[in-house]
């Protein structure tokens, strides 16, 4: 935990200055976020999966949302970017919005609840000039914010869950960011905050000219069963947490899918209220200010419960109703 949090030492040498490393101009038909993803992380989707980078062996499970997550991946190698930006409720920072600036990220991931289904090993490539670029417009609106450099850092499996799902092949840069609060504190305090992450995100996308997708890793509803069955993936025990958590995530994915992205505003912290939601990490209020909130609907792909959170696969695309 301690890496997570490493500050650089006073007198050690700082970052070049944005313009230095702004790799390329920005071009009218290139730079932008081309679309948003709410891209749900439980680490039961990459064990149902069986990809080669996780040690658990699994007969599958949770179908609906890894198809959804498969149409994703379609959509995505259509929309050719250059990068994949994420928001991530569990790398927690108490202290200021972290962005990792490493080149190369490698390691082994371990879901520290379900490490019998997360034991994934990671290697992956960073967009550094963006994520510095990110850390440089995050200061520039006055956001407490630091680039994460120190080579060892562990990545989590949050981070990792949206990343795999959206493109198991890994041949996209990367740039991840931190949640500047704690996912278990039950408030929608820090929302607001994610506007200017949003604007300083939207700001560093363009500035170095990337044509970008943003992935925001939360679940809908969060609460859940604490007994899983003898076998994980035994789909006659999945189902809602209950009725309740059920029906709000209903009638907020009915916002989603019919009206224009700003009746979220109200929407989401509502139903953080109503469900101890995950978007209270601010995961999807980033991405959709980071889209400026655009005056169109989102389209639900897929959604299903995970141990009795409520999950979607969202699409939002910029200038489509």
Not at 37 to 46: G, N
Not at 70 to 94: F, K
Not at 157 to 173: E, K, Q, R, S
Request: overall charge negative; aromatic content about 8%.
């Amino acid at each position: 935990m301690s890496r997570v949090f490493h500050l650089d030492p006073p007198g050690r040498a700082r970052r070049a200055e944005p313009a230095e490393r702004v790799a390329e101009a920005p071009t009218a038909e290139k730079a932008g976020i081309v679309a948003g993803y709410l891209a749900p992380h439980p680490p039961h989707l990459i064990y149902a999966d069986n990809p080669p980078q996780n040690e658990p062996r699994s007969t599958g499970g949770w179908d609906l949302l890894r198809w959804a997550y498969q149409e994703v991946r379609r959509r995505v190698r259509a929309l050719a970017p250059d990068v994949l930006l994420v928001h991530a409720p569990h790398w927690i920072t108490m202290v200021g919005h972290h962005v990792n600036c490493v080149p190369n990220p490698k390691g082994v991931s371990v879901e520290p609840i379900f490490p019998h289904l997360f034991r994934y090993h990671y290697d992956f490539r960073t967009d550094v000039a963006l994520a510095e670029e990110l850390v440089a417009r995050c200061e520039a609106n006055g956001l407490v914010s630091r680039g994460m450099r120190e080579p060892g850092v562990r990545v989590d499996y949050a981070t990792i869950g949206a990343l795999h799902m959206v493109n198991p092949a890994w041949d996209i840069p990367v740039v991840s960011i931190s949640a500047n609060n704690n996912p278990y504190f039950y408030a929608d305090a820090e929302l607001d905050e994610m506007e200017v992450l949003g604007r300083a995100t939207r700001e560093a996308i363009e500035r170095t000219g990337r044509r970008a997708v943003l992935l925001a890793s939360n679940t809908l509803s969060h609460l859940h069963f604490d007994r899983e069955a003898e076998l994980p993936e035994d789909m006659s025990a999945e189902r809602p947490f209950n009725n309740d958590q059920y029906r709000a995530d209903m009638k907020l994915l009915d916002i989603v899918r019919n009206q224009p992205t700003s009746a979220l505003r109200t929407a989401i912290p509502e139903h953080i209220a109503a469900t101890e939601a995950e978007t209270k990490s601010g995961s999807l209020n980033w991405l959709l200010a980071s889209m400026d909130w655009p005056a169109t609907s989102g389209e639900v792909l897929g959604y299903g419960t995970i141990i009795g959170t409520g999950n979607a696969v969202i699409e939002w695309r910029p200038g489509r109703g």
